[in-house]
């Protein structure tokens, strides 16, 4: 489809999705300047317009260029002002924003091994939460196909997996520019395996993946239940560990917690290392914020930044979303704002947790260590239903604020003390028991996710 006629269609479906007054500020007076490879680069006049689309419609603009192309890998947006002339194929911006604007030769994807050059080792930030994960990558880029492989990093979203997995990349073509690397979603390896059955051209497929000396696999979840995907992989997974070519993958859970995955991907996918990436501390959200707004070349005052790292807990992404929300309305008010400007701003674009019931608690927990629900309310003290148990109190504690003889009454009339001493074995464990942390961890994302 032409670019014309695809965006055409793009704005057509987007109107009838938002507001008439936000349809009009915020999407006249864009295009599709290019597209390539499956990366679609849009026109925006400026660069206000350009994060508050990034920040607040970008999942719905990719979602409809989806749609309408399903070649469409990802979409990126270039500032083009209004009164320019510029008939290039492909945008160029000729001038650095004080707000440092990135290239569009900085923004450039490359279709051969699908690398953004923005993810490095050097702009992502280290913290507790994702020291091991980050480590383990670092000696990966260093040590290919003789340490750690295959690579396994699971965790939620927005936590910075595929930044680091895309940072191994960069950082072999740096060191040899001649290694063949590969990054690739575990949709586009199943939509490509199905255009070359189609296409009769399997054996191709296979060589190209074959030939890596790098491949990286981002959301391997998404194989699960697909038997042919699984098969084809199976046996390049084979013939590049043979070969010590490197494997790297990202999931959002670890192997044995992927539904519909054959064994034996599951233990090629636990034969090497497995690290996570768990949600990060205050510390860390607060230099993730400070570096941002380093790179922004912003100030804000210590308290907001404050403010702004203690409500968003969850996601690296929400984190940097949030901050361009409140850069972009300092810019349009053209003042300083206050703290509770920025709590009511935050309060209207930050989505909160989703309602989760006790049931739902229960269910999730049950389900997850493939036990039965009355087991959780029972009184057995068999420990593979404690521990259970005790998870559940945690949770309704730590993460509704339910009273202690409220979780009791709930629990079967178990006493408070009971209660109590359930949500401090749990608080104390975590801090030395990594394994239970991240169980809990992947319990919240089930629990909270959409």
């Known amino acids: 489809m032409e670019k014309e006629k695809l965006w055409e269609g793009v704005l057509a479906e987007i109107e009838l999705s938002i507001s008439p007054a936000n349809f009009t500020t915020w999407f006249q007076n864009t295009k599709i300047a290019n597209k390539d490879d499956g990366t679609i680069f ?26 309408l192309d399903p070649n469409v890998r990802s979409v990126e947006y270039i500032i083009l002002p209004q009164n320019s002339n510029n008939t290039q194929k492909s945008p160029q911006i000729t001038h ?33 939460f994702n020291e091991l994960a980050y480590t383990a990558a670092e000696t990966v880029s260093k040590n290919l196909g003789s340490q750690y492989n295959p690579l396994f990093i699971y965790g939620g979203t927005g936590l910075g997996k595929t930044h680091l997995l895309q940072a191994i ?26 255009e070359s059955i189609r296409n009769k051209d399997v054996y191709n497929f296979k060589e190209k993946y074959r030939q890596c000396n790098l491949l990286i696999i981002d959301d391997i979840q998404f194989f699960s239940g697909k038997q042919k995907t699984q098969e084809e992989f199976f046996h390049i997974f084979n013939s ?39 949600k990060p501390d205050f510390e860390s959200r607060l230099a993730i914020l400070k570096s941002k707004l380093e790179n922004k070349n912003f100030i804000l005052p210590n308290e907001a930044v404050e403010y702004i790292a203690s ?39 930050i989505k909160p947790y989703k309602a989760v019931t006790i ?25 593979e239903y404690v521990t259970p148990r005790q998870i559940a109190m945690y949770l309704l504690r730590e993460d509704f604020n339910s009273s202690f003889p409220y979780i009791g009454k709930k629990f079967g009339g178990r006493d408070h003390t009971t209660v109590i001493y359930s949500y401090e074995k749990i608080l104390n464990e975590i801090t030395k028991n990594e394994r239970l942390d991240q169980e809990i961890n992947q319990i919240r994302e089930i629990l909270y996710k959409d």
């Not at 901050?323 to 509770?340: D, F, P, Y």
């Open 42 to 67: 849009i026109n925006v006049p400026n660069t206000f317009a350009k994060e508050w689309l990034f920040n607040k419609y970008h999942k719905l603009i990719t979602k409809t260029l989806r749609g």
């Open 311 to 349: 409500i968003i807990k969850d996601s690296i992404r929400e984190l940097e979303g949030a901050l361009n929300i409140i850069i972009g309305e300092i810019k349009v008010k053209n003042r300083e704002i206050s703290i509770q400007e920025i709590k009511d701003i935050l309060k209207k674009n």
């Open 240 to 278: 590049l560990y043979e070969s010590n070519r490197q494997i790297v993958f990202s999931c959002d859970k670890p192997p044995k917690h992927i539904e519909g995955l054959e064994e034996r991907l599951r233990s090629r996918f636990e034969g090497g290392m497995m690290v996570d990436v768990s």
């Open 169 to 194: 990349g960069n950082k072999l073509k740096e060191t040899n520019n001649n290694a063949k690397v590969r990054y690739i979603t575990s949709e586009k390896f199943t939509s490509d395996l199905i």
């Open 96 to 128: 650095r924003e004080s707000e440092n604007q990135l290239e569009f030769n900085e923004l450039y994807i490359n279709s051969e091994d699908n690398l953004n050059p923005r993810y490095t080792f050097d702009s992502f930030i280290v913290g507790s």
């Open 359 to 383: 049931n739902a608690i229960i269910k999730t927990i049950a389900d997850f260590y493939n036990i039965e629900e009355k087991f959780i309310f029972g009184k057995t003290r068999k420990k």
